[in-house]
């Protein structure tokens, strides 16, 4: 019944699974030892939903990210997208970065624009026409030709979204996206965050957000994946079915709030 | 001397080791006169110098070698040292004599290997005491780096007068081509004190100029960052002037000093091995001792054995040193660190000094006494009169400014003097002739800056075009960056002009000689600055970054000029400026190179035109007018080029480039 009210599921009713992590595991050969970062790992992201991973600092919730968007190869086990195992970086997927990977020397316009580059298919114009958009698309208009120093932490967030939603991705991958500003612009921008990725003109089916903030992540999610200290193993999932927007003072909010605190001590 | 007998022929005698031989014997007498003293006929002596003669030497070669070696023990030393690879030419007959004797291969063997060995062992000590004068004077001129660094900063840091004096005195003198004033340093020094004493001096004050200011600097800035707290307590309790040098100041300074040690060695080595090279070049001036002259020496008589093995234990004494020395000193001295700063005892001192020379390169391109010289240099000529009018006001400043415009005409008259001539009366001033001459002087000099010039910034974009792409290249795998960084940390701590005779060597039958050698000394002088700052920078581009164009499948070409050189851009500004500072200070041993002994000089290698080149030539031939206008020519050119270019590029590429938005 809530998930029915909630927004990404009331926008896809199929139930598919879009991404599937199959006994993902990694280790990282030290000069002595081998060092293991994920233990086989398993989950699955059904389309329309907004999947968190939490777990504490160091445990390798980045590395998986970076498993899932084709950036690091597993030792062991798959990812598929859509069946198929994603061995590379591939454009129905996209990243948004901690801290953003905002290029300093060029304008929002032109970091925008950075994603498109190496699509062939478009003309320069068309390019620039498809930033300008996605930058209008999450309140940036007029500030294009800003240089990221000139931006709030905010507005740089924004930008990096932008970026992210420029190539027009199925899943968005977001890497701890609050932790760069500070608590309090956090918490009035994560509704603002959420509604700009999801909404029905966004191209984004699914996203899955990377976090250490537990409230963060009941806040935003449709399904909790709790990961352990390293090497990470899964030791919990957990569907949350708050209709949105959600009240962080209701007592079912503090109680999956506290169900998570309960796994990760 | 018995041993003599046995020169039955010249073949031994290595190519170079004969030609000094005859330079030796026919530029000091001339062949006529040699001929009559020694009272032989001409053409024997031709037979003697003549490698191919047609008959083995005889009587007449043997006493010309005699004499040789009586009149000149300098040279004669020399041909000993070639002795043993007669010794091992020899052997041949030797073996025949054994073979025919028929004593055993066992004895042969055992007596070549010992000829073999003694043919290398018998450099080594005199190579450690060359090597020993040498760091005499390099830890001479460290002491006095460090005393005058703990006078002079703290004077600067806890006096506010001495501040405004001494910080902008130290920023003019540490970005002057200290090198170009090595000649004048030596004459001076040569009027107050004749000799080899006064030599010695030249020689360690050159390398203290070279290591003292940024060890000024660095105390001046840790004095200045004690916390206000210490001085308070320090205050309250009732501690003399004294007791707070000695208690709080000197402690707080050991990091940054120590840290700035390690890269005045570096800058060090180079000047003494520079500047001992330079005075070979006139006998008068030569130091006895030293590596450098080792070096060259040894190249210069063709002796190669000696040669490679006076650079192996150079860089085995340099290696030493460090360990033992420098390196345990600057770990030593983190423990003086306020506890809140993070040590970083792990970082290997070593590697840091890169980034602090590029650190420097800033101090030196953007004082501000520099800009408002520039800025006033058509009102009042005065850079004295910038800092008093800082410090006074209203008519004080007036007053301060017309007493400081005055000091300096009377500064630049005294220059003057100096210019038209040591102790030369006012008389040429007024005759046309003398200012006909300075100007088709200044123009020779004009014409050598300008070959220079293009010399210099030719190598530098080459530096560029080699040193970024590899730097951010090893940066960025690590599978290249452990053993790229290791092999280039030691590479770059020869000094260039250690390497100068080999490359000679290897050039000497190249066409455009000079410029090759002129090219690969500037390269090796200077490349190390841009390689070890973008490299640095590099490592620190957020990993982040490079997974974005990844993840956006940015590549080739589009990924190296969108990402990674605007990253490593203001590096590649700093490093720039310490390359250029670097290279002209090169010029001066790589445009020109002679080796001299009593009977004259040889010239090994040298360009046509070239500041450097006119400086060497100048200080040989004691031409002061020349000497004053190359500096001052020099000097302005890279003023001028500081203040427009690099400023401009150091402002731009720090403001759109680089992470600290």
Same mark, same amino acid.
Not at chain 1, 228 to 248: M, Y
């Given at each position: 019944?809530?998930?029915?009210?909630?927004?990404?599921?009331?926008?896809?009713?199929?139930?598919?699974?879009?991404?599937?992590?199959?006994?993902?595991?990694?280790?990282?050969?030290?000069?002595?030892?081998?060092?293991?970062?994920?233990?086989?790992?398993?989950?699955?992201?059904?389309?329309?939903?907004?999947?968190?991973?939490?777990?504490?600092?160091?445990?390798?919730?980045?590395?998986?990210?970076?498993?899932?968007?084709?950036?690091?190869?597993?030792?062991?086990?798959?990812?598929?997208?859509?069946?198929?195992?994603?061995?590379?970086?591939?454009?129905?997927?996209?990243?948004?970065?901690?801290?953003?990977?905002?290029?300093?020397?060029?304008?929002?316009?032109?970091?925008?624009?950075?994603?498109?580059?190496?699509?062939?298919?478009?003309?320069?114009?068309?390019?620039?026409?498809?930033?300008?958009?996605?930058?209008?698309?999450?309140?940036?208009?007029?500030?294009?030709?800003?240089?990221?120093?000139?931006?709030?932490?905010?507005?740089?967030?924004?930008?990096?979204?932008?970026?992210?939603?420029?190539?027009?991705?199925?899943?968005?991958?977001?890497?701890?996206?609050?932790?760069?500003?500070?608590?309090?612009?956090?918490?009035?921008?994560?509704?603002?965050?959420?509604?700009?990725?999801?909404?029905?003109?966004?191209?984004?089916?699914?996203?899955?957000?990377?976090?250490?903030?537990?409230?963060?992540?009941?806040?935003?999610?449709?399904?909790?994946?709790?990961?352990?200290?390293?090497?990470?193993?899964?030791?919990?999932?957990?569907?949350?079915?708050?209709?949105?927007?959600?009240?962080?003072?209701?007592?079912?909010?503090?109680?999956?709030?506290?169900?998570?605190?309960?796994?990760?001590? | 001397?018995?041993?003599?007998?046995?020169?039955?022929?010249?073949?031994?005698?290595?190519?170079?080791?004969?030609?000094?031989?005859?330079?030796?014997?026919?530029?000091?007498?001339?062949?006529?006169?040699?001929?009559?003293?020694?009272?032989?006929?001409?053409?024997?002596?031709?037979?003697?110098?003549?490698?191919?003669?047609?008959?083995?030497?005889?009587?007449?070669?043997?006493?010309?070698?005699?004499?040789?070696?009586?009149?000149?023990?300098?040279?004669?030393?020399?041909?000993?040292?070639?002795?043993?690879?007669?010794?091992?030419?020899?052997?041949?007959?030797?073996?025949?004599?054994?073979?025919?004797?028929?004593?055993?291969?066992?004895?042969?063997?055992?007596?070549?290997?010992?000829?073999?060995?003694?043919?290398?062992?018998?450099?080594?000590?005199?190579?450690?005491?060359?090597?020993?004068?040498?760091?005499?004077?390099?830890?001479?001129?460290?002491?006095?780096?460090?005393?005058?660094?703990?006078?002079?900063?703290?004077?600067?840091?806890?006096?506010?007068?001495?501040?405004?004096?001494?910080?902008?005195?130290?920023?003019?003198?540490?970005?002057?081509?200290?090198?170009?004033?090595?000649?004048?340093?030596?004459?001076?020094?040569?009027?107050?004190?004749?000799?080899?004493?006064?030599?010695?001096?030249?020689?360690?004050?050159?390398?203290?100029?070279?290591?003292?200011?940024?060890?000024?600097?660095?105390?001046?800035?840790?004095?200045?960052?004690?916390?206000?707290?210490?001085?308070?307590? +320090?205050?309250?309790?009732?501690?003399?002037? =004294? !007791?707070? /040098? *000695?208690?709080?100041?000197? #402690?707080? &300074?050991?990091?940054?000093?120590?840290?700035?040690?390690?890269?005045?060695?570096?800058?060090?080595?180079?000047?003494?091995?520079?500047?001992?090279?330079?005075?070979?070049?006139?006998?008068?001036?030569?130091?006895?001792?030293?590596?450098?002259?080792?070096?060259?020496?040894?190249?210069?008589?063709?002796?190669?054995?000696?040669?490679?093995?006076?650079?192996?234990?150079?860089?085995?004494?340099?290696?030493?040193?460090?360990?033992?020395?420098?390196?345990?000193?600057?770990?030593?001295?983190?423990?003086?660190?306020?506890?809140?700063?993070?040590?970083?005892?792990?970082?290997?001192?070593?590697?840091?000094?890169?980034?602090?020379?590029?650190?420097?390169?800033? +101090?030196?391109?953007?004082?501000?006494?520099? =800009? !408002?010289? /520039? *800025?006033?240099?058509?009102? #009042?000529? &005065?850079?004295?009169?910038?800092?008093?009018?800082?410090?006074?006001?209203?008519?004080?400043?007036?007053?301060?400014?017309?007493?400081?415009?005055?000091?300096?005409?009377?500064?630049?008259?005294?220059?003057?003097?100096?210019?038209?001539?040591?102790?030369?009366?006012?008389?040429?001033?007024?005759?046309?002739?003398?200012?006909?001459?300075?100007?088709?002087?200044?123009?020779?000099?004009?014409?050598?800056?300008?070959?220079?010039?293009?010399?210099?910034?030719?190598?530098?974009?080459?530096?560029?075009?080699?040193?970024?792409?590899?730097?951010?290249?090893?940066?960025?795998?690590?599978?290249?960056?452990?053993?790229?960084?290791?092999?280039?940390?030691?590479?770059?701590?020869?000094?260039?002009?250690?390497? =100068?005779?080999?490359?000679?060597?290897?050039?000497?039958?190249?066409?455009?000689?000079?410029?090759?050698?002129?090219?690969?000394?500037?390269?090796?002088?200077?490349?190390?600055?841009?390689?070890?700052?973008?490299?640095?920078?590099?490592?620190?581009?957020?990993?982040?970054?490079?997974?974005?164009?990844?993840?956006?499948?940015?590549?080739?070409?589009?990924?190296?000029?969108?990402?990674?050189?605007?990253?490593?851009?203001?590096?590649?500004?700093?490093?720039?400026?310490?390359?250029?500072?670097?290279?002209?200070?090169?010029?001066?041993?790589?445009?020109?190179?002679?080796?001299?002994?009593?009977?004259?000089?040889?010239?090994?290698?040298?360009?046509?035109?070239?500041?450097?080149?006119?400086?060497?030539?100048?200080?040989?031939?004691?031409?002061?007018?020349?000497?004053? =206008?190359?500096?001052?020519?020099?000097?302005?050119?890279?003023?001028?080029?500081?203040?427009?270019?690099?400023?401009?590029?150091?402002?731009?590429?720090?403001?759109?480039?680089?992470?600290?938005?």
């Amino acid at each position: 019944m809530y998930e029915a009210n909630s927004g990404v599921a009331t926008r896809e009713a199929a139930e598919e699974n879009i991404l599937v992590v199959k006994g993902v595991s990694l280790t990282i050969p030290l000069e002595k030892k081998t060092l293991e970062v994920l233990k086989g790992i398993s989950f699955a992201v059904r389309e329309g939903e907004f999947v968190s991973i939490i777990g504490p600092s160091g445990a390798g919730k980045s590395t998986l990210l970076r498993v899932i968007a084709g950036l690091v190869q597993p030792s062991s086990g798959t990812v598929f997208y859509r069946g198929q195992p994603v061995t590379r970086p591939s454009r129905g997927i996209s990243m948004m970065f901690q801290n953003y990977a905002l290029l300093p020397w060029k304008t929002a316009l032109e970091n925008v624009e950075l994603a498109l580059y190496s699509n062939d298919q478009l003309t320069p114009s068309q390019k620039k026409e498809k930033a300008l958009r996605a930058l209008e698309s999450v309140g940036l208009a007029g500030f294009e030709n800003a240089y990221p120093g000139e931006l709030s932490g905010g507005m740089k967030q924004r930008v990096a979204i932008a970026r992210a939603l420029v190539l027009e991705p199925e899943i968005l991958l977001m890497d701890e996206p609050f932790s760069a500003l500070d608590p309090l612009t956090a918490e009035h921008l994560r509704e603002e965050v959420y509604s700009y990725i999801i909404n029905p003109s966004s191209p984004v089916k699914s996203v899955i957000m990377v976090s250490h903030n537990v409230e963060e992540v009941v806040e935003l999610s449709d399904k909790v994946i709790v990961l352990s200290p390293r090497p990470a193993r899964v030791i919990g999932e957990l569907s949350i079915t708050l209709s949105r927007p959600r009240d962080k003072k209701s007592f079912e909010f503090y109680t999956y709030v506290d169900q998570i605190f309960a796994l990760l001590t | 001397m018995e041993g003599w007998g046995s020169f039955s022929t010249v073949q031994f005698v290595s190519p170079a080791a004969r030609k000094m031989l005859l330079l030796l014997l026919s530029s000091r007498l001339g062949k006529s006169q040699l001929s009559r003293e020694l009272s032989i006929p001409r053409s024997s002596l031709y037979l003697y110098l003549e490698p191919n003669g047609p008959s083995p030497p005889d009587d007449v070669t043997l006493r010309a070698l005699d004499f040789a070696l009586k009149s000149y023990p300098l040279e004669a030393k020399n041909i000993i040292r070639d002795s043993a690879t007669y010794l091992v030419s020899s052997l041949s007959t030797y073996r025949h004599s054994v073979a025919s004797a028929g004593l055993g291969k066992r004895l042969y063997r055992v007596v070549s290997l010992l000829l073999v060995l003694l043919t290398f062992v018998q450099y080594i000590v005199p190579i450690l005491v060359d090597i020993a004068f040498s760091w005499w004077r390099m830890l001479a001129a460290l002491f006095l780096s460090v005393v005058f660094s703990w006078a002079v900063g703290i004077a600067a840091a806890v006096n506010k007068t001495a501040e405004k004096v001494i910080l902008p005195v130290l920023d003019v003198l540490q970005s002057v081509p200290i090198l170009g004033f090595f000649p004048v340093m030596i004459y001076a020094l040569l009027v107050v004190l004749p000799g080899k004493p006064g030599i010695e001096l030249a020689v360690i004050f050159l390398i203290f100029t070279s290591m003292a200011w940024n060890m000024a600097f660095a105390v001046y800035e840790a004095v200045k960052a004690i916390p206000k707290e210490f001085l308070e307590m +320090a205050n309250d309790i009732g501690m003399s002037s =004294l !007791s707070k /040098v *000695r208690h709080i100041y000197i #402690p707080a &300074s050991w990091p940054k000093l120590a840290y700035n040690a390690l890269v005045s060695w570096d800058v060090g080595l180079f000047f003494l091995v520079s500047s001992e090279i330079i005075t070979l070049g006139n006998a008068n001036y030569a130091v006895a001792h030293g590596i450098g002259v080792a070096i060259a020496t040894y190249a210069a008589q063709g002796n190669y054995v000696a040669y490679t093995e006076a650079v192996v234990l150079l860089l085995l004494v340099l290696v030493i040193t460090r360990a033992v020395f420098l390196r345990p000193w600057a770990l030593w001295s983190e423990k003086f660190k306020p506890a809140e700063e993070p040590r970083r005892s792990r970082v290997d001192p070593v590697y840091k000094t890169y980034a602090l020379i590029a650190d420097k390169a800033r +101090a030196k391109v953007f004082s501000d006494l520099e =800009l !408002s010289v /520039v *800025r006033k240099v058509f009102r #009042p000529l &005065s850079p004295i009169g910038f800092w008093l009018r800082r410090r006074f006001s209203g008519k004080e400043a007036f007053l301060a400014r017309f007493i400081a415009t005055l000091f300096l005409l009377l500064l630049l008259v005294a220059l003057a003097r100096v210019l038209i001539g040591l102790a030369v009366d006012w008389a040429p001033l007024s005759s046309l002739s003398f200012w006909m001459g300075l100007a088709s002087t200044e123009r020779e000099v004009v014409i050598a800056l300008a070959f220079s010039f293009v010399r210099v910034w030719g190598i530098y974009l080459v530096s560029l075009v080699v040193g970024v792409p590899l730097a951010i290249k090893s940066a960025l795998s690590e599978k290249l960056y452990e053993p790229v960084s290791t092999i280039t940390q030691i590479a770059s701590s020869i000094p260039g002009p250690v390497l =100068l005779p080999a490359i000679v060597a290897v050039l000497v039958s190249f066409p455009f000689k000079g410029e090759l050698v002129a090219a690969t000394i500037i390269f090796l002088g200077s490349f190390w600055y841009i390689f070890f700052n973008v490299l640095g920078a590099a490592r620190t581009i957020p990993k982040t970054l490079v997974e974005a164009s990844e993840l956006y499948q940015i590549s080739g070409w589009r990924r190296w000029a969108d990402i990674y050189i605007p990253s490593v851009m203001p590096s590649i500004v700093t490093g720039s400026i310490t390359f250029i500072g670097g290279a002209w200070n090169t010029l001066m041993v790589a445009e020109y190179f002679s080796v001299s002994s009593s009977s004259g000089s040889v010239v090994l290698t040298q360009v046509r035109y070239g500041i450097g080149r006119l400086l060497d030539i100048a200080t040989y031939t004691g031409n002061l007018q020349l000497m004053s =206008l190359s500096i001052l020519s020099m000097s302005l050119l890279i003023v001028v080029v500081n203040l427009t270019f690099w400023r401009w590029a150091y402002n731009y590429t720090t403001k759109r480039f680089g992470y600290n938005v």
